[in-house]
């Protein structure tokens, strides 16, 4: 079946023929395990600040608690582990593979004020959770004035 050429172009958000044929073509030649080119992505971070911590949040759905691995090395924070890919019965129609699997990295540098031995770290419903206290001497001290 021909394609009309003088299609308009798909709106935002959306795949075109083209796109279409691409990922197949794509497929093809790596597998569907990452249509996207390449094996490793780099999962969404935030990170807050309060007067006595850095709290950084990462999305890692899917990952297993105990298949990620945080370190601390001279203030950078490193974040790593691997999502695999899930199987799935393949039926007729079309298929599209939008999530990210494979190694993933992340790597924050922390700023000197941080104490590394009580950095903490929780996994909850596909969010990782770092706390990471800052030292006693960068906190806010409050000094109190004496009345003469």
Known sequence: MARDINRRPAPTGEVSPFQDDWQR??????????????GAFSPALDVEETDNEFTLHVEIPGVKPDEVDVSIEENVLTIAGQRDFYSEKETEGFRRIERRFGRFHRAVRLPDRVDPDKVSAAYKDGLLTITVPKAESAKPRRIQVASS
């Open 25 to 38: 073509i794509v497929r093809q030649f790596l597998g569907d395990a990452d249509a996207s080119l390449a």
